[in-house]
């Protein structure tokens, strides 16, 4: 009987093998995760605290391993397709995230694992668009984008094989296992060749620039790969010394003791040069890198303040100022881990300590008791998920556009599922299964 590999083994080596590919597309992302390594290595080295709680939490080893990228497709096929790929790596889609209502024509999920083994091993995940084709005004553009897209296939035949065969045989070989992730990494390469004439290009590029990013070209590029710091603020004042331009404006929570969710930055997209059908030469952008900074998980109430906090404290274009004017209104949200659990404004993972498993919980004695005890230990849940301000505000900044509100872009999350061909994973569900089996695990559920 022939030994298939892990999802997660295949899920390490498909991130490698992407990583090492968009380096090579894109020098500045190689400068920038060795910005970031640097930057984590001092945070470590001055906090002997955080390091020895990141190792006992088991969340050390993923630091380095740890990035998520962001792909845009325009057919459903095309993201039904995705979804069996990605299945074979243990990604399965978590959350609707509707950026149309920040003026980006797409709506959103977010592929990544989600059982604590597979998060540990390696917790990489893809933020995948679908383009909402409805939202172009021009009925003429509409279906010239249509027929654009229709002419495509983004998936190899090869690749297209091999899934079939790992849901026909259950799993792969090692030697199966490396020849899909070639071929699937021919999915998310970069084309500099168009599908369309400059015409077309340019029609499509006037309606949004994203939709020409997804509807021109002949496979979905990767465009952004994001590895994860422990000090995003160090990291966004050190780019500039290393050649890279960074956006103005740290998207998401300030920063705080107990870090909350996720803030990102990024560099601004580069132009790169391509060709168009007619020989025309000409410039694209939509490829940059991103770094982000993960804190713990909100609850639906955490969640709640931190929307109304956010809306509070609006925008701006100076990021001190703006990360100050935040700073203010955040002071309504807790700031120490004690509160943001007796509040119950944040996920926690729940371990007996060394103590605790000498001396176990009785019956009778509350969770607070055994955690001031120092028997049972209170490790915030990272958070796995994406925020859909930041990713409207990271794509915005790096497409050149300003916000536009556009009346017709409802969230449709059942058009999405059925494009999808299954439903989507509720989050919240996941972070609260995740703290309730912790209970259990404890003997205290």
């Known amino acids: 009987m022939e030994t298939f590999l892990s999802a997660d083994d295949i899920r390490s080596e498909f991130s490698r093998a992407m990583s090492t590919m968009y380096q090579q597309e894109v020098p500045q992302y190689g400068t920038l995760m060795q910005l970031v390594a640097e930057v984590n290595q001092q945070v470590l080295s001055d906090d002997p605290a955080l390091a020895a709680r990141l190792e006992a939490a088991d969340e050390l080893n993923r630091l380095g391993v740890e990035r998520h990228g962001a792909i845009r497709v325009g057919r459903a096929d095309e993201l039904s397709m995705l979804r069996q790929l990605f299945a074979i790596m243990g990604m399965v889609p978590v959350g609707y995230y509707d950026l149309s209502q920040a003026g980006v024509p797409v709506h959103s999920t977010a592929f990544r694992p989600i059982e604590d083994e597979a998060l540990r091993r390696n917790p990489f995940r893809l933020f995948t668009s679908l383009l909402r084709l409805e939202l172009i005004d021009d009925a003429a553009l509409r279906e010239k984008a249509e027929q654009v897209l229709a002419a495509r296939d983004i998936f190899t035949p090869r690749c297209r094989t091999l899934v079939a065969l790992h849901q026909q045989q259950g799993g792969f070989t090692a030697e199966q296992a490396q020849a899909f992730v070639h071929e699937a990494l021919e999915t998310f390469r970069w084309h500099a060749e168009t599908t369309v004439d400059s015409e077309t290009y340019q029609a499509l590029n006037r309606q949004h620039r994203l939709i020409a990013d997804v509807v021109c070209f002949p496979g979905c590029h990767i465009n952004h790969l994001t590895p994860r710091t422990l000090d995003i603020d160090r990291v966004q004042a050190l780019m500039p010394t290393r050649g890279i331009d960074p956006k103005a404006i740290i998207e998401g929570p300030p920063q705080r003791r107990v870090p909350i969710l996720l803030r990102q930055t990024s560099f601004k997209a580069l132009e790169e040069p391509v060709r168009f059908q007619d020989a025309h030469q000409g410039t694209h952008m939509a490829r940059f890198g991103e770094i982000e900074q993960r804190g713990v998980a909100l609850t639906p109430k955490g969640r709640a303040l931190y929307d109304r906090l956010l809306a509070l404290a609006g925008s701006g274009s100076d990021n001190q100022q703006h990360q100050q004017h935040l700073a203010e209104q955040f002071r309504a949200f807790p700031d120490d881990e004690k509160q943001l659990r007796q509040q119950q404004l944040a996920w926690f993972d729940y371990r007996l300590s060394e103590q605790g498993r000498r001396q176990p919980p009785q019956p ?82």
């Open 364 to 445: 009778g004695e509350t969770l607070e008791t055994l955690i001031e005890q120092g028997r049972v230990v209170a490790d915030p849940i990272i958070y796995e998920d994406f925020l859909p301000v930041s990713a409207a505000g990271i794509f915005q900044s790096n497409l050149g556009d300003q916000t536009q509100a556009r009346s017709a872009g409802h969230a449709s999350r059942e058009a999405f599922e059925k494009a999808l061909g299954a439903p989507l994973l509720d989050e919240m569900a996941l972070y609260a299964a995740r703290q309730q089996l912790s209970l259990q695990r404890c003997g205290l559920a």
